[in-house]
């Protein structure tokens, strides 16, 4: 068999980020994009696949309002300083920012026109701002309490404003006279929500006191309050041309008494309960329910009760919006199906994962991708639209790790293990828990499916014990949960047991622990076969090799081992990582691995050579869980950031570019030969630019500098240059100053191209003030060494000219022109003379110097003499 060709790169093509984490957001008229506060950042993101198109950085301070306008063209935001921002989408920039309230903004609404602004403030106080000017036209006061809500009339000839607080009153405004028309008193609790009828004469609000109240704007009067049984969070009017009005009026309804001075409207309610109710006014009837929904109260637990928040009918597909208490947006569409209506989620974005703690990549396509996060239930992602296909609920504490295969019978099964103590098995096709182990007492921290024959499953927990369970009861048709029971059991390590994996041929399964240790057992008895040791710290990932008989693990230690089965010794150490490896996964046969860490880094690693040949830094804290497809060998990774990035093998398109790049350049540069010879120097240094080719730029216009047509022909190309060309072109005429062999280049092109180009277009240069700066130094380094030079040249011609060696400037006659030779010959020779005897007379000083050594050191001698005579006495 040939060997597989070895992956050389990977690269992230498709990236889940969180963008919602609860609170204001926004929806396009057009239903292209939708705005949501995340922290003290604003997330644009695309609707049709939850991609994050933009993000707007804020003032570090939590957002608590949104608008958009009616043209989707301006943003308002409001966050805990106080500050109202005007954001102008298509450039992402502030256009202006004001302060109004005097606490934080807790609501805003923009007119149809777009022209007004109201805000809402947690001081009591109703302001409305001019949205071009930026100044307050209407300060309100009145209301006891947080203004919560507030909403302008829809018909823009009545200018009213409607606001609700948490002193369980609505209060109408009227922006021509400037004053409350009326408060409405009808509710118990706070109000969360308002709507106007079609005909814009019926007012509805919601609150937590479980009522609906329908108000008529004639007299501002009560007609009718309407039970809801839990506490509402949003209720929608259903229009006449929404597919939920269709739907209705082809169904039949119990007989019930309507009420003639009650208009007839249906309205969407959400709330505590997660469940889609619709209602009819004039029955004061529910005409739907939702039967059952993922996020629906469980149990009187008020750590359980999810629901919804909020809820809107989009305007453009007229479909159901709603959003969840755990940062989930939730697309309904209406279905009618034997003579029932019922609400299809149509799709599911989820805002926030959290800290994610394991997946897999499900079926044998590879299409979808199952995720345990910080959260009781596994999102399964559907890897086209990046959209949460679908959940699997069950377990009443945090799942921590996953396993995924496909049945003999052709079955997507997943195994879960979670903080509850509990291991369950489900089935993908009908979406349920076809199985429950229980008996672990401590936390499911592991679990690991077989490989073969795909008819159990191990799991490892915190309280040290290695379990195995079979399913082969478990059938197509089951309806039922069914209890599953654990065929063997062992007491393993001494801590808790961190990773599980089960060998191709299911005959052994790897255990790794805390306790530093790795155990390989054989299966179905757990019977003990050798324990590898080596790792000084706590191992969190456990491997087979899919075709030697070797185990990797990866370590708290920094270190990556491959063990032999055999006889447990460490064949290989891999070190390069800066803090704990968490995740280690063979590629291309066992030839390859992948690993990851809490230092957030995805590294490639050959086995042969024991080299790391890529390092990928795409997460932002500690990647937890680590994906690799059976198929394809596309990898998954995520971790502490709620991350989820896709990874494809780009080996094969990174060779293809790259040999494209190079055909392409030799090409090019043939262009550029071209050109030069046909003298078009305009075309060349485009070319050349486009080649990043700085040194043939150079001598291009060192050539063309020694030309006669110099200043048009450099001022021609530099004129035809784009931006980044222009940006370019300063960076190397910078660079090129540096050098004095090249200064009187970038000189001239510098002065051509201040010549050509206007101050704006100049201006208009991306770093232009670095690129200045780094040339004004070097170009006043250049111009004092000329000034130097030519003061000296100056000094020169001044000595000379004092010296009567040159002849002073003027025109003179050739008698003086003879006269001047004359007395020059005559002053050389005086000049011979004088050397001369300046000669002799150095001559006659160093005679005298000479022979005054001499003397001294005759003198010295004679007094040595003396001195050693007398020391001899």
């Known amino acids: 068999m040939a060997s597989p060709a070895l992956k050389k790169s990977y690269k992230c093509v498709q990236s889940l980020q969180q963008f ?18 995340c922290n003290d950042t604003i997330k644009i993101v695309d609707l049709s696949n939850a991609s994050i198109k ?21 943003l308002f935001s409001a966050s805990h300083s106080r500050q109202i921002r005007v954001w102008e989408l298509s450039t992402l920039k502030c256009l202006r920012s004001w302060k109004g309230h005097e606490g934080p903004v807790m609501g805003m609404a923009c007119d149809a026109s777009g022209g007004l602004l109201a805000t809402a403030g947690a001081d009591r106080k109703v302001l409305v701002w001019d949205v071009d000017g930026g100044f307050c036209t209407h300060y309100f006061k009145g209301h006891k309490g947080v203004v919560t809500s507030i909403m302008f009339h829809p018909d823009p000839n009545r200018l009213l404003l409607f606001s609700g607080g948490d ?36 007012l509805l609000s919601a609150g937590r006191d479980k009522v609906v109240n329908l108000w008529n704007l004639h007299d501002y009067g009560c007609m009718t309050t309407i039970p809801m049984f839990e506490s509402l969070e949003a209720l929608c009017i259903i229009g006449p041309e929404s597919p939920f009005a269709a739907c209705l009026a082809s169904l039949t309804y119990p007989q019930t008494k309507k ?64 959003v969840t208490a755990d940062q989930q947006f939730f697309l309904y569409y209406p279905e009618e199906s034997e003579g029932s209506l019922n609400v299809v989620l149509r799709k599911r974005f989820v805002g926030y994962n959290e800290e994610i703690a394991d997946m897999k990549f499900l079926g044998d396509e590879e299409q979808f991708l199952a995720v345990s996060t910080s959260v009781e239930q596994v999102r399964v992602y559907d890897l086209t639209s990046m959209s949460c296909s679908y959940v699997l609920a069950g377990h009443t504490d945090v799942i921590l790790c996953l396993d995924s295969c496909v049945s003999s019978s ?13 291991v369950r098995l489900w089935d993908c096709q009908s979406k349920a828990c076809v199985g429950v182990g229980i008996g672990h007492m401590g936390a499911v921290g592991a679990v690991a499916l077989s490989k073969k024959h795909r008819n159990f499953f191990v799991s490892g927990s915190s309280d040290r014990t290695l379990k195995v369970w079979h399913f082969d009861g478990v059938s197509d048709n089951n309806e039922e949960v069914l209890t599953l029971k654990a065929k063997a059991v062992v007491a393993a390590h001494d801590k808790d047991i961190n990773s599980l994996a089960v060998a191709p041929n299911d005959s052994l399964v ?19 076969v050798v324990t590898l ?46 803090s704990s490896v968490l995740r280690a996964t063979f590629l291309t046969r066992g030839t390859q691995f992948v690993s990851c860490g ?61 040999f494209r790049k190079e055909e392409e350049g030799v090409l090019r540069g043939q262009e550029l030969e071209n050109a030069l010879i046909d003298a078009e120097y305009t075309r060349a240094i485009q070319i050349a630019f486009e080649l990043h080719r700085p040194h043939k730029l150079l001598e291009l216009f060192g050539d063309l500098c020694r030309k006669s047509d110099a200043q048009d022909q450099i001022g021609k190309a530099v004129k035809a240059l784009a931006k980044e060309e222009r940006r370019l072109l300063f960076e190397y005429v910078r660079d090129w100053n540096t050098k004095p062999k090249f200064c009187h280049i970038a000189q001239y092109v510098l002065f051509r191209a201040f010549c050509v180009l206007s101050p704006a277009e100049i201006l208009e240069i991306k770093g232009i003030g670095e690129l200045l700066e780094g040339l004004i130094s070097y170009s006043q380094r250049h111009f004092d060494r000329v000034d130097r030079l030519e003061r000296s040249t100056f000094m020169f011609d001044c000595t000379l000219t004092g010296m009567s060696v040159i002849e002073p400037e003027g025109n003179e006659g050739r008698s003086e022109d003879k006269d001047a030779r004359l007395s020059i010959g005559a002053n050389s020779e005086q000049l011979s003379e004088i050397d001369s005897m300046e000669q002799e007379q150095q001559h006659e000083e160093m005679k005298e110097k000479r022979s005054s050594k001499k003397r001294k050191n005759k003198s010295r001698d004679a007094t040595s003499k003396k001195v050693k005579g007398v020391t001899d006495i």
């Open 20 to 37: 919602y984490t609860g609170g204001p957001y926004a929806v396009a008229s057009d239903n292209s994009f939708l705005i949501c506060a």
């Open 54 to 74: 933009s993000t707007i950085e804020g003032d570090s301070e939590p957002v608590t309002a949104l608008a958009l306008s009616p043209n989707n063209n301006f």
């Open 167 to 202: 002193d369980a009153s609505i209060k109408v405004w009227n922006l021509t006279r400037k004053k409350c028309l009326s408060t409405l008193e009808k509710h118990q609790s706070a109000i969360t929500s308002m709507a106007i009828s079609e005909d814009g004469w019926t």
């Open 259 to 322: 009420r003639n001075d009650v208009p007839s409207i249906n309205f969407i309610t959400v709330g505590e309960r997660g469940l889609v109710r619709i209602w009819s006014s004039d029955r004061a009837l529910c005409l739907f329910e939702q039967k059952s929904s993922d996020i629906a109260v469980s149990s009187d637990n008020e750590d359980s009760k999810r629901g919804f928040t909020s809820a809107m009918i989009l305007p453009a597909s007229q479909e159901l919006l709603c």
């Open 410 to 422: 052709g079955r997507t099964l997943i195994v879960t293990g979670s903080k509850d103590n509990s």
């Open 510 to 528: 790897c255990s790794g622990s805390q306790d530093r240790t790795a155990c390989i057992w054989r299966l179905p008895d757990l019977v003990s």
């Open 533 to 578: 040791k080596g790792h000084k710290r706590g191992i969190w990932s456990v491997e087979f090799s899919p075709v030697d008989h070797c185990v990797i693990t990866a370590s708290g230690d920094k270190t990556i081992k491959i063990w032999a089965i055999s006889d447990g010794s460490c064949l290989k150490t891999f070190e390069g990582h800066t």
């Open 598 to 658: 809490a230092d957030g880094l995805v590294k490639l690693w050959t086995v042969k050579t024991n080299e790391c040949i890529a390092t990928y830094d795409q997460h932002e804290d500690k990647i937890w869980a680590l994906a690799v497809g059976k198929k394809t060998e596309m990898l998954a990774t995520g971790g502490g950031d709620a991350v989820i990035n896709l990874w494809h093998d780009s080996t094969a398109s990174d060779k293809e570019e790259a």
